[in-house]
Nanobody
């Protein structure tokens, strides 16, 4: 079983930057990708970015050019570098682990608040 622990959230002014980290532990058998989702108050959880085992990354249109997802396999950690933050980026950010033939695994979430 995979366990995910996020860190790096916080309060930042519009235009600022934050870097989120997601440390994975446990068996990573069948994992084919890691991603970040977010959920704003009163809204559904949405995909922010995902990076697959082959290094291919995909982003939501709303964050393209501002956010960068990366991975350090030696540390079993996935990062989300968030630049030029906007108030609409506010929400709880969840790390996600995609597995072939098994349910996704989720972290506990970390709050990101962007003030105007």
């Amino acid at each position: 079983q995979v366990q995910l622990v996020e860190s790096g959230g916080g309060l930042v002014q519009a235009g600022g930057s934050l870097r989120l980290s997601c440390a994975a532990s446990g068996s990573r058998f069948s994992v084919n990708g890691m991603g970040w989702y977010r959920q704003a108050p009163g809204k559904q959880r949405e995909l922010v970015a995902v990076i697959f085992n082959d290094g291919f990354a995909n982003y939501a249109n709303t964050v393209k050019g501002r956010f960068t997802i990366s991975r350090d396999d030696a540390k079993n950690t996935v990062y989300l570098q968030m630049n030029s933050l906007k108030p609409e980026d506010t929400g709880v950010y969840y790390c996600n682990c995609r597995r072939i033939g098994a349910p996704d695994v989720w972290g506990q979430g970390t709050q990101v608040t962007v003030s105007s």
